[in-house]
Antibody
Framework: QITLKESGPTLVKPTQTLTLTCTFS??????????VGWIRQPPGKALEWLAL???????RYSPSLKSRLTITKDTSKNQVVLTMTNMDPVDTATYYC????????????WGQGTLVTVSS | QSALTQPASVSGSPGQSITISCTGT?????????VSWYQQHPGKAPKLMIY???NRPSGVSNRFSGSKSGNTASLTISGLQAEDEADYYC???????????FGGGTKLTVL
């Protein structure tokens, strides 16, 4: 059974750096084709891709946020970490991590999400 | 502004069928068979309902079906049930970016 869970601060101040951890079970990020991604959703708004990391350490970033994002993986700990620098109130959103079994495929399992509020 | 265009809302009565459209371009929906549909209930994580245009994951009701014609993908829900009331998002691979693009979402109301 595949599960994912996001963890990190619920409140960050403007200009601070956000670090989120996705801890997963039921699959290995060393299996060929597998990826773990981060998607966010501002309150009342649509989903937005942020970043994705594959089993082979290939990394993909949202073009509009690329300069602020870093995604890494720790295969031994079954974790994927996303950092986002220079947080702004517009970055207030629920942040999800998700499992992708194949490149260019859909995300078949999602974490419950974690709401991050950016406010002074 | 989302890359894929969905109607903001659709509605239907129990037992009826509804279709949600997702319009893109030849660089995404029209060019690849990597369209997915997600269902999201309030306060919950998205759930995959359709992948690769028309495939259903195990456990998803066969009342949900997907199709594509040209640059427009569609999600059809037949035999509407109250539990189908949710937001629905389409997603597609795109050659214009390193990541997929989502639609703006459609709120389905079951009358």
């Amino acid at each position: 059974q595949i599960t994912l869970k996001e963890s990190g601060p619920t409140l960050v101040k403007p200009t601070q750096t956000l670090t989120l951890t996705c801890t997963f079970s039921g699959f290995s990020l060393s299996t060929s084709g597998v990826g773990v991604g981060w998607i966010r959703q501002p309150p009342g708004k649509a989903l937005e891709w942020l970043a994705l990391i594959y089993w082979n350490d290939d990394k993909r970033y949202s073009p509009s946020l690329k300069s602020r994002l870093t995604i890494t993986k720790d295969t031994s700990k079954n974790q994927v970490v996303l950092t986002m620098t220079n947080m702004d109130p517009v970055d207030t959103a629920t942040y999800y991590c998700a499992h992708r079994p194949l490149p260019e495929g859909a995300c078949d399992y999602w974490g419950q999400g974690t709401l991050v509020t950016v406010s002074s | 502004q989302s890359a894929l265009t969905q109607p903001a809302s659709v509605s239907g009565s129990p037992g009826q069928s509804i279709t949600i459209s997702c319009t893109g371009t030849s660089s995404d929906v029209g060019g690849y068979n990597y369209v997915s549909w997600y269902q999201q209930h309030p306060g919950k994580a998205p759930k995959l309902m359709i992948y690769d245009v028309s495939n259903r994951p195990s456990g998803v009701s066969n009342r949900f079906s997907g199709s594509k014609s040209g640059n427009t993908a569609s999600l059809t829900i037949s035999g509407l049930q109250a539990e189908d009331e949710a937001d629905y998002y389409c997603s597609s691979y795109t050659s214009s970016s390193t990541l997929e693009v989502f639609g703006g979402g459609t709120k389905l109301t079951v009358l």
